[in-house]
């Protein structure tokens, strides 16, 4: 069995600088911190350091200097919606599964919406499709497939996790319709 041991303490060493010698330092730099949280929270009330500071420049008179020298900015990214694009649309009358007659181009899209309308008699399902080129072959499945009831209406919505540069679909029919016809739209976000 091993007997533990008691180490004792190291012994204290004198350090090489004390610690009020760099506390100047350290108030500078409380200062300028104080000075850039006052610029983000312009209803606080300032705090003007004594004047036997020197050295010391408020943030805030330099984020002015630098606004007049580039001038005002201003950024702006409106959503706006692109018309919809038709990207399938066939009165189907066999079982199997087909895919899109071509790929919405969601290379500068933010959203993109598949809208499915379906005059046919019998259910079908929709599965989102994405490609990094502008093909069904080779494009490959996002999220799970949707239901679209018969004469139903859907709407699939993708959001940034689901990005794929195009976009199209895969629809499986178990069942023949006889009548009707499937068209599905995508509409893109930009």
């Not at 200062?31 to 929270?41: C, M, R, T």
């Not at 200097?65 to 919606?81: C, D, M, R, S």
């Not at 996002?142 to 540069?165: E, R, Y």
């Amino acid at each position: 069995m091993v007997q533990p041991k008691i180490y004792p303490p190291p012994k204290p060493s004198t350090p090489r600088l004390a610690p009020w010698d760099h506390v100047d330092e350290l108030c500078n730099k409380l200062d300028k911190l104080i000075a850039v949280l006052e610029a983000w929270s312009p209803t606080a009330p300032p705090i003007i350091p004594p004047p036997e500071w020197p050295g010391w420049e408020p943030v805030i008179s330099k984020l002015d200097e630098i606004k007049e020298q580039i001038g005002a900015l201003e950024f702006t990214a409106p959503w706006v919606a692109k018309e919809p694009e038709e990207i399938f649309k066939k009165a189907i009358r066999a079982t199997g599964t087909l895919k899109s007659d071509k790929m919405a181009n969601w290379t500068k899209g933010k959203r993109l919406l598949l809208r499915v309308d379906s005059s046919l008699d019998q259910a079908v399902q929709i599965q989102p499709l994405g490609n990094i080129e502008n093909s069904v072959n080779g494009a490959v499945d996002i999220g799970t497939a949707q239901p679209c009831a018969a004469g139903g209406k859907i709407s699939i919505g993708l959001a940034w996790d689901d990005w794929q540069p195009y976009i199209g679909c895969e629809i499986t029919i178990t069942t023949a319709p006889t009548t009707g016809m499937l068209i599905i739209s995508a509409v893109i976000q930009e």
